[in-house]
């Protein structure tokens, strides 16, 4: 049995020994059944089954002792866990300044947007043009220190069968120059519209 799981049965005393006893009913049942196919009498198999698996209560100690983590132990574990959470607060706020984010936006302060430098114009699908769509996709993306665009999704779509696909691969092969702040490259979350027009 994990360790968390002997944790959490500190807390659910109650259910725990409902639980003792459906096993211990179930076992002594099991035996009864046996001693009855072996050839005894029901009233002897029951008494035999009560005699071989012995007192009930030393058998629910030794259970809880297997499934319920000692208590000085558990209060170890809760008082680690207190200060883990302790910890990474005052990590995440180290010098009063937050950690790092995964990315930036544009409007946030001191970071300078990322600028294109390669696109590549999305494909026209047969069926779009026989459907005579038209119109914008617009997409969230972030722009990498690499230049490259990742985790693009679809904010506005024009056409979720053929056309938000294209615009998505369109700016899969885009390159950036990267976003900054306070001059090093960071991530930094665009938005790009890609327009689509059969003119």
Known sequence: ?????????????????????????????????????????????EEQARRQFGNSSRTRREMR??????????????????????????VWRRGGEPLAPS????????????????????????EAMQAQIEGTVLMECVVQTTGICEDI???RSLDPMWLDEEAVKAVQAWRFSPGRRMGEPVPVMVNIEMRFTLR
């Open 1 to 45: 049995m994990s360790l968390w799981t002997r944790f959490f049965n500190l807390f659910r005393t109650g259910s725990l020994e409902r639980e003792f006893d459906d096993e211990l009913r179930f076992h002594i049942e099991s035996r009864i059944a046996r001693n009855i196919q072996e050839g005894m009498t029901p009233e002897g198999a």
């Open 103 to 126: 990315y930036y936006k544009v409007s946030d302060e001191g970071v300078v947007p990322p600028s294109v430098v390669r696109e590549q114009k999305p494909n026209y699908t047969p």
């Open 153 to 155: 999704q679809v904010a």
């Open 65 to 90: 002792e297997v499934r319920v983590m000692k208590t000085s132990i558990g209060v170890a574990v809760l008082a680690g866990l207190c200060l883990c959470l302790v910890a990474g607060a005052f």
